[in-house]
């Protein structure tokens, strides 16, 4: 339904910020919602933030404030914007998107249907 391809990714050190893209074709959903998610070597991926057609978001209770999720419908763009990264932020960062309706964002892998190849970020200390 959706290509999704991630760029922003990179190596950083420590303390420092990165702002993650995600295109997406044909266009940002106009009735469903998008997300960014993670994957660590070993662990299962993770939703990180959700938003909405409405721009209704929702953030994992684990972000801490770090993470802001934004989109812009003009350029058909999803982003996600890192503060203050950690080492274990290191990981494979994807972007999914949904067209079915929803209200409130989700962060289940379940709810998407289109998926990015990831962008890999690694935090070194």
């Known amino acids: 339904q959706f290509q999704m391809v991630e760029s922003g990714g990179g190596s950083v050190e420590a303390g420092g910020s990165l702002i993650l893209t995600c295109s997406v074709a044909?266009?940002?959903?106009?009735?469903?919602?998008m997300a960014w998610f993670r994957q660590s070597a070993g662990k299962e991926r993770e939703g990180l933030a959700g938003?909405?057609?409405?721009?209704?978001?929702l953030y994992a209770d684990f972000a801490g404030g770090r993470f802001f999720i934004a989109k812009d419908n003009a350029r058909n763009t999803l982003s996600l914007r890192i503060k203050n990264l950690q080492p274990e932020d290191t990981a494979i960062y994807y972007c999914?998107?949904?067209?079915?309706?929803?209200?409130?964002?989700?962060?289940?892998?379940?709810?998407?249907?289109?998926w990015g190849h990831g962008t890999q970020v690694t935090v070194s200390s």
């Open positions: 999914a998107a949904s067209d079915v309706w929803c209200v409130h964002p989700r962060l289940d892998v379940p709810a998407y249907t289109s």
């Open positions: 044909p266009s940002n959903p106009r009735t469903g919602g």
């Open positions: 938003i909405t057609f409405t721009s209704n978001t």
